[in-house]
């Protein structure tokens, strides 16, 4: 699996996505970054394979990185996109060629989140009746996508074109999005609600300390990880709000809701799962 994001500065997010990955069952993780970034991503996790992209003097990705990130696709179960990315050109790019209609499992999270409102995406076609590359037609008949999206209030906000504090219209509004062009999505808060074009679900776990830098990036690499698992969007939403949740649970016992933070999440997430065995 694949995890596309991060710049300088905001490194750390797109590596506690790998690591979060590595965590939770990918056994190979590769993660694409802005060239001046690689040092420092592959610095924090021996076992996260890092793929540097063309990057402008700022640190983020150059226009044109979409090439080297496209020729990497094939073959590939998932890719996560999103977190620390900025939605420069380079960026714009990027999610432009993930957006389109493939069968590869995709999470959008974070600055991808922000690309697809820059770009309009809420109000364009539906992704099921778009043109492939080939230029044909590709129709899955309301089949859903494979694709999970991640976003919290104010992305989703950006997104949907809702300004709003009210948690029963965001949620109506992602289901509405959901349902146009047949995705999954996460709708972040607490608790955490995830939707698709017919269902609703509340998570049970989780707690005010997750509201903390860092937190949401964990839960892109958890997702991303358990679609490139085999499991469906539904699915790989749910069970990865679950785990997150219940790793920011176990985190709050140890470390207290003021002190715990996202750097902590990752170490909880191998016992959860650990504990499903028990
Ligand atoms: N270590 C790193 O490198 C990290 C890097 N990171 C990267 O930083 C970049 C910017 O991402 P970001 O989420 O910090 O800023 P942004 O999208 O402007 O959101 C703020 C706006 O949204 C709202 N809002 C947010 N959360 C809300 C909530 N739960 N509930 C309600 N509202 C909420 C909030 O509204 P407010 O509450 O202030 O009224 C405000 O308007 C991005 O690339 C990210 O990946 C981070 O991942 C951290 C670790
Ligand atoms: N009060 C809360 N209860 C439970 N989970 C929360 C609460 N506040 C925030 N979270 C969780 O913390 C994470 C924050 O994600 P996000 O806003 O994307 O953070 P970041 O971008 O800093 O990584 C989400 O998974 C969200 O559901
Ligand atoms: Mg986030």
Redesign the pocket.
């Known amino acids: 699996m694949m995890l596309c994001g991060g710049s300088r500065g905001m490194a750390g997010?797109i590596a506690l996505s790998s690591i979060a990955a590595l965590h939770t069952g990918s056994g190979l993780v590769s993660t694409a970054v802005p060239d001046r970034c690689l040092e420092t991503v592959a610095s924090f996790h021996p076992c996260v394979m890092t793929i540097p992209l063309a990057d402008d003097l700022q640190g983020h990705f150059a226009v044109g990185a979409v090439d080297e990130l496209a020729s990497r696709l094939d073959g590939l179960d998932a890719i996560g996109c999103g977190p620390g990315m900025t939605t420069n050109d380079g960026s714009m790019q990027i999610v432009r060629r993930l957006i389109e209609p493939t069968k590869l499992a995709r999470v959008f999270?974070?600055d991808a989140i922000n690309c697809l409102a820059k770009m309009q995406w809420a109000k364009g076609d539906p992704i099921s009746s778009s043109k492939s590359r080939s230029g044909k037609s590709r129709s899955n008949n309301g089949e859903a996508n494979n694709i999970v999206l991640t976003p919290?209030p104010g992305e989703l906000g950006r997104l949907a074109g809702i300004d709003t504090k009210n948690r029963d219209l965001q949620i109506e509004a992602a289901q509405k999005l959901a349902a146009h062009h047949h995705v999954t999505i996460v709708v972040?808060?607490?608790?955490?609600v995830v939707v698709d074009a017919t269902r609703t679900w509340i998570n049970s776990t989780?707690?005010?300390g997750?509201?903390t830098?860092?937190?949401?990036?964990v839960?892109t690499g958890v997702i991303t990880s358990l679609m490139g698992q085999g499991l469906s969007p539904w699915d790989a939403a749910r069970l990865g709000v679950w785990i997150?949740?219940a790793a920011?649970d176990r985190a709050a016992a140890e470390y207290g809701q003021p002190g715990m933070s996202?750097y902590e999440l990752l170490s909880e997430l191998p016992k959860v799962i650990a504990a499903f065995d028990s």
């Open positions: 997010s999270d974070a919290h972040k808060g607490g608790p955490t989780g707690n005010p997750m509201a830098a860092g937190s949401g990036d839960l997150h949740g920011g996202a």
